[in-house]
């Protein structure tokens, strides 16, 4: 996305940055999260710097991320469901593919107007008012819930004749940049469909295709997620 790329360019080695509003805590108890279908897609960075998708690699991606962020959030005690088709049903499907969709929608918006100085939104006054909008309440029938989690990752690693050119590139001093993990992960409230916290990943390493690397990606995403 452009957006994406503009924040990749002006923020530079940023690794985590996080944003919050206000987390209402039910009385006598602790949010009940549930985890939406992940927002995740990898790719290859050709010699000429385009982007391949590789779905053989995203799906492999989808399942160590999963699996990393299930690990995580036991550590910390969150209360935290994972979404289930079924669970939705058919009538609410369409709603739940759109929120997901909307949701890397406005995540990009606040990549490039919360990060980048110079497109920072005079409107907003300085506050951090963002939504993904009311549909979000469905949710909130379904799962009983008072919060869902968005993730959001766009990995890439460099091919060969890419790393070939950046070598070239290097040895005439000029610098090209190779693969990058960008991503974002989001605590919408459901009554409202307001993002209430919203953590931003960029770095120039990690590996979603192996356990390991998931774990990594996770541990950055769902840093000081509230609890």
């Known amino acids: 996305m452009i957006a994406a790329a503009l924040v990749v360019a002006l923020v530079g080695c940023t690794r985590t940055h996080q944003l919050t509003t206000t987390m209402t805590r039910p ?88 990060y980048v100085q110079e497109a920072v939104l005079p409107s907003k006054g300085g506050k951090f008012e963002w939504s993904v909008g009311p549909s979000a309440k469905a949710l909130k029938e379904i799962y009983k819930s008072d919060y869902a989690l968005f993730v959001w990752v766009r990995d890439s690693y460099s091919s060969g004749g890419r790393v070939a050119l950046m070598l070239l590139a290097g040895a005439a001093g000029i610098g090209l940049p190779g693969g990058q993990q960008l991503g974002f ?43």
């Not at 605590?187 to 990690?206: D, S």
């Open 185 to 227: 992960a989001s605590l919408v409230e459901l009554e409202t469909g307001n993002v209430v916290w919203f953590n931003l990943l960029h770095r120039g390493i990690g590996d979603l295709r192996s356990a390991e690397g998931a774990v990594g990606t996770a541990q950055y995403l769902l840093a000081q997620l509230p609890k």
């Open 27 to 114: 009385e006598g108890g602790q949010p009940q999260v549930v985890l939406m279908p992940l927002d995740v897609e990898l790719s290859v960075l050709s010699a000429g710097g385009g982007l391949e998708p590789r779905a053989d690699w995203t799906e492999t991606a989808k399942s160590y991320l999963l699996e990393a962020i299930r690990s995580e959030k036991a550590g910390k005690q969150i209360d935290m469901v994972v979404f289930q088709d079924e669970k939705a049903g058919a009538a609410h499907q369409d709603v739940v593919n759109q929120l997901i969709k909307l949701h890397g929608v406005v995540g990009n918006s606040i990549l490039v107007h919360q």
